[in-house]
């Protein structure tokens, strides 16, 4: 059976059961599951494109690896549903790009192996029994790239990454729900305080529901409900260096417990990031900036935050500097600050 294209609509709709603001991942994940529960939706999306935003910019990394054990349990759900989605969404053959090459999170000191010891106990106790909990000799017989001052590391061989853009288009595909491009949602209509309409840039639709999906943008589209959503949204980047024979390509996604720098292969390339904590909120961006800066506190080796720390093969990429880098950069929306979330 072929798989169908996304169903990109020309027109808007007069009415829809839901209006989804947005489409990017979340617009996407929400159409599919609207329309698996018999809801006539529509996504209303302004770029001319879907996943064109802060999912574009996305690593798609995902763990069950929690501190939490809620968390744990939702983002399980999600990777049973990326394990089966051919089989789930009915799109028999479609590849998310799916590599479950675990997740490693490296201790270069007794009390961050401690406490990963202590987290692994934990984990165990909520039904996450596959984290398996290393001392630094173990952790180097496993993955012979880490340094000699690794002390500890956590790993579960389940969690992975997956292609964030094969993923909606993968849900709008199963969906057929229609798409609306280049159309901005402007405002709603209310009736007694309940939605009755959505208003656009082309008109308006009747519903009784919206969701919104804007991303960053979320306290914008709100507001012209009249609601309050404070967000705090943050900066982060991500780094693709291409061309990295040095890097094992069956790595997991390998993370300093100590600063947050973490890389993952993406075929012969890498991703790699670092959780900046300093990083000021601002305003909800269209096109978010990058700095060069973040390039040097990633790899230079000189830097107290390079991935050279707990893998010492990349400073020989430093040094052999001839690899090339893509900068990338979107906004986090955050309802609260956890400056630890990766
Ligand atoms: C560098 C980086 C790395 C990341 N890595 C990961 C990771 O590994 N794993 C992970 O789980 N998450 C990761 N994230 C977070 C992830 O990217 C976001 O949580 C996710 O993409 C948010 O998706 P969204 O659909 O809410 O927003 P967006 O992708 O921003 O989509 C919102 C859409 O709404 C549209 N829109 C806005 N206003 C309107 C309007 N008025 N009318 C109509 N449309 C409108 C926009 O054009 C856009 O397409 C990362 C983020 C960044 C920046």
């Not at 984290?131 to 061989?157: I, N």
Request: proline fraction near 7%; glycine fraction near 10%; hydrophobic fraction near 40%.
């Amino acid at each position: 059976m072929s798989i169908p294209p996304p169903n990109y609509a020309s027109a808007l709709p007069a009415t829809a059961d839901l209006v989804i603001i947005g489409g990017g991942i979340v617009g996407a994940a929400t159409a599919f599951f609207a329309a698996r529960a018999g809801l006539h939706a529509v996504i209303i999306e302004r770029r001319p494109l879907v996943a064109g935003h802060t999912t574009m910019n996305a690593t798609g990394a995902f763990r069950a690896h929690f501190d939490n054990p809620e968390e744990m349990a939702l983002v399980r759900e999600g990777i049973g549903l990326f394990e089966h989605f051919g089989e789930i969404a009915g799109l028999a053959g479609y590849d998310l790009g799916l590599r479950q090459q675990g997740y490693l999170w490296v201790a270069t000191t007794p009390a961050t192996a401690a406490r990963q010891r202590e987290l692994v106990a934990r984990q165990h106790a909520w039904g996450l029994t596959d984290v398996e909990w290393l001392d630094g000799e173990r952790a180097r017989e496993r993955f012979p790239y880490l340094d000699p001052t690794v002390v500890g590391a956590r790993f579960r061989a389940g969690d992975g990454w997956l292609d964030v853009r094969k993923l909606t288009h993968g849900y709008l595909r199963a969906s057929q729900v229609p798409v609306v491009l280049n159309t901005a949602v402007t405002g709603f209509d209310l009736t007694g305080g309940c939605i009755s309409s959505v208003q656009t840039e082309r008109g308006r639709i009747s519903t009784p529901a919206a969701v919104i999906a804007t991303g960053p943008f979320a306290s914008v589209v709100a507001a012209f409900a009249g609601l309050a959503v404070p967000l705090s949204l943050v900066r982060r980047q991500r780094i693709l260096l291409q061309d990295v024979p040095e890097m094992p390509g069956d790595a997991p996604m390998t993370i300093d417990d100590e600063t947050g720098a973490h890389w993952r292969p993406a075929g012969s390339d890498a991703h790699l990031l670092w959780t900046q904590p300093d990083v000021a909120p601002g305003p909800p961006l269209e096109d978010v900036p990058t700095s060069q800066a973040y390039v040097y506190d990633v790899l230079d080796p000189a830097s107290p935050h390079s991935v050279a720390r707990i893998t010492p093969f990349w400073r020989t990429v430093w040094e052999r500097g001839t690899s090339h880098w893509y900068l990338r950069a979107g906004q986090y929306s955050y309802s609260y600050r956890n400056s630890s979330v990766l």
